[in-house]
């Protein structure tokens, strides 16, 4: 009797981590981001640069991001190993997302040359809906693919496109993984 009784424990443990693991990820979105197949490609909608510097705008749905590189200077050739991977110049990278919010951030110079200015403040949003922070990133990711092949942009900024790129593809990654955590979380 008692062997039974603890038989039926667990599967109801069983069934209420199951159906408690199902409402979270209904709650959340499967895989928690847009993927890049799903129809829906980024659109450029603003594009704007020189030989120093490239601000683009790019949406897909109701996501967008702004992606702003500044490039402040040479580099010291000390710092140049590989020219294929070390760029020549020291720049500025920020990426607002759909509230304008600059989230992804990445300063080579000395000193972030004015890119945050028309910020109200660098303290994120009150009531960030975490969903939108992982499709907003996601798009950064897809935008600097496309960017990347781009004639113009790709070629002349490709260190600075792998850098935000790179930037936004690991807080994803990072932001999912919390997530998993939260869904499955580790057992000792």
């Given at each position: ?5 603890q ?22 979105g499967v ?20 030989q ?17 590189v500044q490039r ?8 140049i190993?590989d020219?294929?991977i070390?760029s ?6 920020v990426v607002?997302n759909?509230?304008d919010?600059?989230f ?15 910020s109200?403040?660098?303290?994120p949003?009150?009531?960030i809906?975490q969903q939108h ?10 935008a600097a ?8 942009i790709?070629?002349?900024?490709r260190?600075e ?10 807080a994803?990654?990072h932001?999912?993984?919390g ?10």
């Amino acid at each position: 009797m008692e062997k039974q009784i603890q038989k039926q424990n667990t599967q109801k443990n069983i069934s209420t981590h199951l159906m408690t693991s199902v409402a979270v990820i209904a709650f959340l979105g499967v895989g928690c981001t847009v993927p890049a197949e799903n129809g829906l490609r980024p659109q450029l909608t603003q594009l704007e640069h020189d030989q120093m510097s490239f601000t683009a705008t790019v949406e897909r749905g109701d996501s967008h991001v702004t992606i702003t590189v500044q490039r402040t200077g040479p580099r010291a050739s000390d710092f140049i190993r590989d020219p294929e991977i070390d760029s020549p110049y020291e720049s500025d990278a920020v990426v607002r997302n759909r509230y304008d919010f600059p989230f992804l951030r990445s300063f080579g110079g000395d000193a972030p040359s004015g890119m945050l200015e028309g910020s109200e403040s660098t303290d994120p949003p009150r009531n960030i809906n975490q969903q939108h922070q992982l499709e907003d990133l996601q798009l950064v990711v897809d935008a600097a693919d496309m960017l990347r092949d781009d004639a113009e942009i790709g070629e002349s900024f490709r260190w600075e496109l792998r850098e935000v790129r790179s930037m936004a593809a690991g807080a994803l990654e990072h932001a999912n993984d919390g997530l998993n955590g939260l869904i499955h979380p580790k057992v000792d």
